[in-house]
């Protein structure tokens, strides 16, 4: 049967270095949950911790409000998808998949029904009895998946599984284990570093960076409305400019254009803030707005990407450039490389961040 | 896994350096400081070294074998490179026959080779006798030097064509093209460009080379006379210092442990900062040879290889002839065959047995060291790292003495047992099986063993269902090696071998020494069938034609 799994006060270290400092997190039953991060932010780490196959240093990790720190990795009753796949090449198709069940003591009818009901699932029936080298990636990571849950596990555990798959079959395959996942409604969690992936497929997600959870949240509200400034970059495209106070919920950009942000409460002793727009949230306007010069131009078919600069010291330095996204379906005329142009954010979906970047204004109203 | 489960592994890693303490370094420390120490009064002392470094007869057997392996490593190098780079370039005709005469010459003891050229060109040998009888030339003198140099030399360029042509095979003809885009061809882009890529293997090919014509010693005690090496110095002032304390014998096994241990850290310093990586996307094509360059060429190969294969076929010819002592009767029938039957079986059954005990230790402890090492890494398998590899730099010799004085008191008096026999066998051919199995560990994914403990099956359980089942290959090919240089051992069981545990090396050597060549040839028939069959069976483990991928 599925669990919940609650994370409580974990501590991670290698010898003497310690890499995640104190992490606690809940994930419910039967949602798919994603850790989503840069690389070395201990996201499989902190997944091998639920498999058994690191130390736990402190803290407690509990299945439905019970711990598992004591259980070893092969009773802990988890089944686990391998970047590599890892599927057994001395086995075929069918006795890779047979592995957990006859560990597990079941009547050969019921391990070929088992097996065969798997199949069809993930839709390898005719590759049952092939050697896993005959296969393609595609197909091995159907035979790990498959591996994986015909045993039924508690949880299901993905490190990174579509990394090693080309663009198209990754899409693909990412609509395959979320239709899966949802249809044998297993507690599902799944790193990645890939954001579009973890955005199309979870319930939920965990950004993490250096051994902590920067935020929980479903797709869209990380996206709307990230929690610090780490996420808003790291999550899509955000350009960062400073501003001034100008009033609880007035901004003065550089240029001396205001903005009104209705609902926020900008803190009197904040100053300077950042505000964090992305790229498709800037629109065009005649006169009025923040000025920016168009430094090139990449036409991708449904829109075109500019990147842009704002004059004086108004982007937040250390960053990526600032784009503007312009949607073709309702663009009036392209710009040209050189021109000047004034844009005004969308104060619906503008992030006000504090000067230390780590609080969302727009978040806490 | 922290605090909750008792590791296994860590018990076995433990046992496994409690054992190799016990039974290698210990007896390697207790004798390297033996030759340091006063017999009467075991006080500190260099007065053994003195000794050794006073009297032309001790040291002149040390400069013997610096001349002797020097020459014969640049001698195999001259042969060996220029093989590999033929057979790696040209279409060479007949060239799996070829691959295979020479591993069976690499594989095949050197002392059947001294004994065999004896045979042919001794005092009483067949070409001999018939230079002067029937041409009336003297042929030169095979004993001493000369003949040390050409029966080593034809043992040992293998080592040298096998790590070069490993070379060649991952070489990228890219390399060569770009040098060739810049202008540089011919002997330039020899010299300039393939040989410095080359040359770590054949660094690594000449330690070989260097390190087994300094430690062998039933060539040069067979063939050498008046020309002594270290390891017959060694063994006749052990045999007749026996009863003693042997501490000169000791001092003087210091002497080559010395040299060894230098020769092998200056190659692994060299390696280490100068190996490349290559990674052969496109191999090199063999091109056709035409006219006189493939007359010279094709008779270079034919002329060294066939020269190496002589004394297997002069032995195996010799076995079948009617003989009386050391004089070859008219007629052939099996009366040696006969004779080593019904004399000699003990020591056929001994080979065998003892090399079954020894490569079932030898499996058990290179699966378990390889697995340790690859996937349990910790300061004790460190440790475990560097002893075994001590053999590499331990001639047999010597370690048949280290175990002899180490374990002939008590309260561990193994002297004379086969167990003894069995644990020198242990020592001494671990490392082929090891090698080949860490190799193969390394290229089996960590996550598999994961993936078979997710699934509920338990680590041990894994590893014998898993890891091992897929290690066996490599485990396979190396056991092999490893039984092949068991059976073949001769330098450290003729120190340690007694009446009743007598192998058919020892047997061979004894025999020639008495003069029954008749029934030195049977034995080495016996052996060299035996060397050859286990080729065959690892070829068709290991594979695919001309992948001899021997890890040495």
């Given at each position: 049967m599925s669990v919940s799994i609650q994370a409580r006060h974990i501590v991670k270290k290698f010898d003497k270095t310690t890499v995640i400092p104190d992490l606690s997190v809940e994930i419910k039953n039967g949602e798919l949950f994603t850790l989503l991060g840069p690389s070395g932010c201990c996201k499989t780490t902190f997944l091998r911790m639920i498999a058994g196959f690191t130390s736990i240093e402190g803290g407690e990790i509990c299945f439905d409000g019970k711990s598992i720190n004591n259980i070893p990795a092969y009773a802990r009753d988890i089944g686990m998808v391998f970047q590599n796949y890892?599927?057994?090449?001395?086995?075929t198709v069918r006795k890779n998949i047979e592995y957990g069940l006859a560990l597990r003591h079941l009547s050969q009818n019921e391990i070929k029904k088992r097996v065969d009901e798997i199949l069809s699932v993930v839709k390898i029936e005719e590759y049952a009895d092939k050697m896993p080298e005959k296969l393609s990636g595609g197909q091995q990571q159907r035979v790990a998946l498959a591996r994986a849950i015909v045993i039924k596990p508690q949880v299901l555990l993905m490190d990174e599984p579509l990394s090693n798959l080309d663009a198209k079959l990754r899409i693909e395959m990412r609509g395959a284990i979320r239709s899966i996942q949802q249809n044998i409604g297993i507690t599902t969690v799944y790193v990645t570093h890939d954001q579009e992936e973890a955005l199309a497929i979870s319930d939920r997600i965990a950004v993490m960076r250096s051994g902590t959870i920067q935020q929980v949240g479903t797709p869209i509200e990380i996206y709307t409305r990230p929690s610090n400034v780490f996420v808003s970059t790291f999550i899509g495209r955000s350009n960062l400019l400073y501003a001034q106070r100008a009033g609880e919920d007035e901004l003065k950009f550089g240029s001396g254009f205001r903005i009104r942000v209705p609902g926020i409460r900008i803190p009197q002793n904040e100053n300077r803030v950042i505000a964090a727009i992305r790229p498709e949230e800037l629109s065009i306007s005649s006169g009025d707005g923040i000025p920016a010069v168009v430094k090139t131009r990449t036409f991708l078919g449904k829109y075109v990407m500019y990147e842009i600069a704002f004059p004086g010291e108004i982007s937040v330095p250390d960053m990526p450039p600032c784009e503007f996204s312009q949607d073709l379906g309702h663009a009036d005329h392209l710009l040209d490389i050189g021109d000047q142009v004034f844009f005004k954010p969308n104060t619906a979906k503008i992030n006000i961040f504090s000067s230390d970047q780590m609080t969302n204004y727009a978040l806490v109203r | 896994m922290k605090g909750f489960r008792p590791d296994i592994w860590k018990l076995i890693t433990v046992i496994i350096l409690i054992l190799f303490i016990f039974f290698l370094v210990y007896p390697m420390f207790s004798m390297l400081i033996k030759g340091f120490q006063d017999p009467a009064t075991g006080e500190w002392t260099l007065k053994h070294y003195q000794k050794f470094f006073n009297k032309r007869y001790y040291y002149r057997a040390l400069i013997n074998s610096f001349k002797v392996t020097f020459s014969v490593t640049i001698l195999a190098i001259l042969v060996g490179v220029p093989i590999a780079y033929f057979m790696s370039k040209y279409q060479i005709k007949g060239r799996r026959f070829l691959e295979i005469v020479i591993i069976i010459s690499m594989m095949s003891p050197a002392f059947i080779g001294a004994y065999s050229w004896i045979l042919l060109l001794g005092r009483n040998g067949v070409v001999t006798r018939f230079m002067s009888e029937h041409i009336g030339i003297n042929t030169p003198?095979?004993?001493g030097f000369g003949g040390i140099l050409l029966v080593f030399t034809l043992k040992l360029y293998p080592f040298i064509y096998m790590y070069v042509s490993g070379a060649l095979k991952k070489f990228d003809v890219s390399l060569e093209e770009a040098a060739e885009s810049l202008g540089c061809h011919g002997p330039r882009k020899l010299f300039g460009i393939v040989l410095p890529l080359i040359t770590p293997s054949i660094f690594a090919g000449a330690l070989m080379v260097f390190m087994n014509s300094l430690a062998d010693f039933g060539t040069p005690q067979l063939i050498g006379e008046g020309f002594v090496t270290m390891p017959v110095l060694v063994y006749s002032e052990f045999v007749s210092e026996?009863?003693?304390?042997?501490h000169f014998a000791a001092a003087m096994a210091d002497i080559m442990i010395f040299i060894t241990a230098v020769m092998f850290t200056l190659q692994k310093s060299y390696i280490n900062r100068k190996s490349y990586t290559m990674s052969s996307l496109r191999p090199i094509q063999k091109g056709e040879l035409h006219g006189i360059r493939s007359l010279l060429v094709h008779g270079f190969i034919y002329l060294v290889v066939l020269l190496s294969i002589i004394p297997q076929l002069t032995v195996i010819y010799t076995s079948f002839l009617n003989t009386n002592g050391s004089i070859f009767l008219p007629g052939y029938s099996l009366v040696s065959y006969r004779k080593i039957f019904s004399t000699l079986g003990t020591a056929i059954r001994n080979t065998y047995l003892y090399g079954a005990a020894a490569i079932l230790l030898i499996l058990v402890l290179g699966v378990l060291i390889a697995y340790i090492s690859v996937r349990r890494r910790n300061v004790l398998t460190g440790i475990i790292d560097t002893i075994t590899m001590m053999p590499y730099i331990i001639p047999g010799s010597v370690l048949g003495i280290t175990l002899l004085l180490s374990f002939n008191k008590k309260p561990v008096i193994l002297s004379g047992t086969a167990f003894i026999i069995i644990i020198s066998l242990v020592i001494r051919r671990l490392p082929y099986t090891l090698r080949s199995s860490s190799a193969i560990l390394y290229q089996i994914d960590p996550n598999l063993e994961e993936a078979s403990i997710s699934l509920g099956c338990r680590p041990m359980r894994t590893f014998f269902r898993i890891t091992l089942i897929m290690m066996l290959p490599g485990v396979m090919s190396g056991a092999i090696l490893s039984w092949i240089t068991v059976i073949n051992e001769l330098s450290s069981s003729v120190i340690l071998y007694s009446g009743k545990t007598r192998t058919m090396s020892v047997a061979i050597y004894t025999e020639v020494v008495r003069g029954n060549y008749g029934t030195a040839a049977a034995l080495s028939t016996v052996l060299i069938v035996s060397t050859i069959i286990s080729l065959v069976i690892f070829f068709s483990i290991s594979g695919k034609e001309g992948d001899h991928s021997i890890e040495l």
């Open positions: 890892a599927i057994f090449p001395h086995l | 003198s095979i004993y026996m009863g003693g304390e042997a």
